[in-house]
C-alpha cells in the first residue's frame, strides 16, 4: 500500500477527511519512519497538542455525564479514560495500529502492537483533526470512544500515582507539580525516558518508562512513596 492509500484508507475508517493530508502524514509518522525519511516530522509535537485536546474533550464529557461524582472521582475516570492501555484499546476499532508509518527496525520489532506507539499516535491523530478542522470534529472523534454508561468497567487497573500526587499536593495552593524529561535512550524501536517530577523546584522523584507517560507515573510513584504513601501494589 502506497502512503497516499494508507491516508485514505485510515480517513474512511474514522470517517474524516482532511483538507490538508500532510498533517494526517505527520500524525502517522512513528519517529523511526520520521528518521529515515530525510526532511519529514514525526508525530511528536501533534502527541504533545492531543493530549491537551484530549484531556478537555473528556473532561467536558465526564463534567455533564457525571452530575454527582465529587471532583476526586472525576480525575480518577478521566485517568482511566485517557491513559495508555484505554487510548490502546479505543485504537483497535480504528485499526490505528496499522497504518501507523514505522522505520524498519521498529516494523520488525512488532511496533504496531506496542501501546507507547499507538496510544501517542492516537493522540496525534486527535491533534491533526483538530488543526485541520477545530474542536468540533476533534471532539466528535474522541466522543465515539467514550461509553455511554459508566460503571466499574471502566475503573483504571492500575494505579494512578500522578492524581494521587496532585491532589495530595493541590491541598496547599502555593505548591506546583511539573514533570520533566531529563533522559532519552535506545534507539527508536526500544526508547528509554527518564522523567523528574518536581514540587517547585526541588526534584522529588525520578521514573524511567518505555513511554514518557509510564515514566511520569514511575517518578509520581517514588515521589509518594518519599512521602509515606501506601502503595499495595508495591507489597
Do not use: W
Not at 160 to 189: F, M, S
Not at 202 to 223: D, P
Request: charged share 25%.
Amino acid at each position: 500500500m502506497t502512503e497516499q492509500e494508507n491516508l485514505l484508507e485510515f480517513q474512511k475508517k474514522i470517517g474524516y477527511t482532511f483538507n490538508n493530508d500532510r498533517l494526517l502524514y505527520e500524525a502517522l509518522s512513528h519517529s523511526s519512519y520520521a528518521n529515515e525519511k530525510k526532511g519529514r516530522k514525526s508525530n511528536e509535537r501533534l502527541e504533545f497538542l492531543g493530549d491537551s485536546v484530549l484531556s478537555i474533550v473528556v473532561s467536558n464529557y465526564i463534567f455533564h455525564h457525571q452530575q454527582q461524582m465529587p471532583e476526586g472521582q472525576l480525575s480518577k475516570l478521566r485517568a482511566s479514560l485517557v491513559c495508555e492501555k484505554a487510548l490502546f484499546e479505543f485504537s483497535k476499532q480504528i485499526d490505528l495500529g496499522e497504518h501507523i508509518m514505522l522505520g524498519k527496525g521498529e516494523e520488525n520489532t512488532g511496533g504496531r502492537q506496542r501501546p507507547s506507539i499507538v496510544s501517542d499516535a492516537f493522540e496525534a491523530v486527535i491533534a491533526a483533526i483538530y488543526l485541520d478542522g477545530g474542536m468540533e470534529p476533534a471532539s466528535k472523534h474522541i466522543l465515539r470512544f467514550m461509553p455511554k454508561q459508566f460503571d466499574k468497567s471502566v475503573t483504571p487497573s492500575f494505579t494512578d500515582y500522578k492524581t494521587i500526587l496532585q491532589e495530595i499536593v493541590q491541598k496547599n495552593p502555593e505548591e506546583r507539580v511539573i514533570y520533566k524529561l531529563v533522559e532519552e535512550t535506545g534507539p527508536a524501536h526500544d526508547k528509554r525516558f527518564t522523567v523528574n517530577v518536581m514540587l517547585n523546584s526541588n526534584v522529588i522523584g525520578t521514573g524511567t518508562g518505555a513511554s514518557k507517560k509510564n515514566a511520569e507515573q514511575q517518578a509520581a510513584r517514588e515521589a509518594l512513596a518519599l512521602m509515606g504513601y501506601k502503595d499495595d501494589k508495591a507489597r
